[in-house]
């Protein structure tokens, strides 16, 4: 390959006047001159009228869909992850809870059909350890097939690349028919807004197939995966779960505030901080980052 050799003392001279790409935000000028204790008031603030935009968003669903099916479509969009928001949002839709309910024992079957992840598999090429899956997925699906063929969502729709392996579609897909068939336990849980037992349900959500495979064509993994992972479980709670909890009248502001299980929460619930470049002191380091 072609190479080059630079001059480092030369370098370091034109470096000497670079500074960071980041750009102050608007927050910086009106907070510059504010005491720590005021900032964090500020942020405080700035965090609750966070939380009552989601309630308001879902409080509006609520009157259109009821409190369940609300539920169900908000934890279908928060498993489907940034990626494939658009597709989970369909399905959720295309597919309500009490249709699946209905049809418990084939509410995953419809879950792969409809997203697509069905289209006549050829089984004889398939490893060994999904074939049976697939077997069983399909057996259900097909007599479904023709009935449901217009709301088969297109392919185009599903952004397969860009996430880590435990997030693939069909992983997140397997997680949501997981939730689904532990429906009562698990909303009953999220009416009564707890943080621990909620998050330990999540991430002790265990299935047969998805516990062992990336996805529907891998092989199976050495070691167990999980279904459900702590920190997307927490993004439940904060974007869903509390959020519901502000529409029943209850007062959760400081379980919302104090429950802090790692990062995501924050950058999720509370505003973010690098609008605020020059802000010094407790706030900086307090909660409220």
């Known amino acids: 390959m072609p190479q080059i050799q630079l001059d480092l003392a030369a370098l370091r001279d034109v470096a000497t006047g670079i500074v960071p790409l980041a750009h102050a935000g608007r927050c910086v000028a009106p907070l510059r001159n504010l005491e720590a204790e005021r900032v964090a008031n500020v942020l405080e603030q700035a965090a609750k009228f966070r939380l009552r935009q989601k309630a308001n968003r879902l409080r509006q669903r609520i009157e259109g ?11 279908a969009e928060a498993l489907g992850y940034k990626q494939n928001h658009l597709p989970f949002t369909l399905l959720s839709q295309r597919l309500p809870l009490a249709f699946l309910r209905s049809r418990r024992e084939d509410a995953e079957a419809l879950l792969f059909g ?8 050829d089984l004889d090429a398939q490893r060994k350890s999904t074939r049976g899956y697939l077997r069983s997925l399909w057996d259900r699906w097909w007599k479904y097939r023709e009935q449901f063929s217009r709301l088969v969502l297109p392919a185009k729709l599903w952004k397969m690349s860009g996430a880590r392996p435990l997030n693939h579609p069909h992983r997140r897909l397997g997680a949501l028919a997981a939730v689904v068939a532990e429906w009562k336990p698990f909303s009953t849980l999220a009416r009564a807004s707890e943080a621990t037992p909620l998050i330990l349900f999540l991430a002790d959500l265990r299935h047969d197939f998805w516990n062992h495979h990336y996805t529907l064509a891998a092989a199976r993994a050495s070691s167990p995966l999980a279904l459900i992972g702590k920190s997307r479980a927490a993004e439940i709670l904060a974007n869903v779960v509390y959020p519901l909890a502000v529409n029943d009248d209850r ?6 505030k104090n429950y802090v299980p790692n990062s995501p929460i924050k950058r999720r619930v509370l505003p973010r901080h690098d609008c605020l470049p020059v802000i010094r002191g407790n706030a900086a380091s307090s909660g409220l980052w």
Not at 114 to 121: M, N, R, S, T, V
Not at 251 to 256: L, P, Q
């Open 251 to 256: 007062e959760i502001w400081n379980d919302y």
């Open 65 to 75: 869909h009821g409190r369940d099916e609300t539920l169900f479509q908000a934890v």
């Open 114 to 121: 409809i997203a697509g992840f069905l289209d006549a598999p």
